[in-house]
Each structure stands twice: as C-alpha cells, then as structure tokens.
Nanobody, 120 residues
Framework: QVQLVESGGGLVQYGGSLRLACIIS????????VGWFRQAPGKEREFVTAIPWGSLLPYYADSVNDRFTVSKDDAKNTVYLQMNSLRPEDTAVYYC?????????????WGQGTQVTVSS
C-alpha cells in the first residue's frame, strides 16, 4: 500500500500564503501522476494541479494559475503546493492525489485532506 499524508493547512487572511505538503510513504511504486484537488462545502471535488511523475511541467486549473505552484522533492518523497494571493473562494479541504503503477495495474490513492480557510 501507498499512503499520503497532507499537512500545512490553516486559517489565513485574504492575500496571504500557505504551503501544503504531501508525504508519500509505503510500498515501492512507479509514479504516474501526482497532484492536488480541493473540495469546498456543498461542492464537488475539483482539480487544482498535477504534475506527471518525472516531469517538470505541471498542469493548473485556470482559477489558480499564476497563484499556486506545485513542486516535488524526490529525496523526501514529498509534494508541495505553494499557494499565494489566497482568496476566500480558495477555502476548501485540499487533497493530495497519487496515480501509480504496480505489476502493470494503475492505482489511485488519496490523502485524508487538510483544511484551508481564507478570511476576507
């Protein structure tokens, strides 16, 4: 099994910044894609950003482009989400997501989520 544990959420004022971290642990795997999603109260979970494993070219949702930056530290098995210029509409539970291969089968796994609240 592969586990994801997020951290770094909290309460921040409009225009502030937070950095989320997602630590990947468990069985050996071949990564395919890693990223972040978020879910606001009463809304469906939505894509925020993703980066193909072994690539330096991430994808971003239009709503966070130029404000959020995803990065990966392979030595620490950790994925980060730097969030700047935060807005109240960024308030949500943020989830780390990993797609990985094992024995020819692709799996997806999620972290438990971390709450981000932006006050106006």
């Amino acid at each position: 099994q592969v586990q994801l544990v997020e951290s770094g959420g909290g309460l921040v004022q409009y225009g502030g910044s937070l950095r989320l971290a997602c630590i990947i642990s468990g069985d050996t795997f071949t990564g395919h894609m890693v990223g972040w999603f978020r879910q606001a109260p009463g809304k469906e979970r939505e894509f925020v950003t993703a980066i193909p494993w072994g690539s330096l070219l991430p994808y971003y949702a239009d709503s966070v482009n130029d404000r959020f930056t995803v990065s990966k530290d392979d030595a620490k098995n950790t994925v980060y989400l730097q969030m700047n210029s935060l807005r109240p509409e960024d308030t949500a539970v943020y989830y780390c997501n990993l797609e990985y291969w094992r024995n020819g089968i692709i799996y997806t796994t999620w972290g438990q989520g971390t709450q981000v609240t932006v006050s106006s």
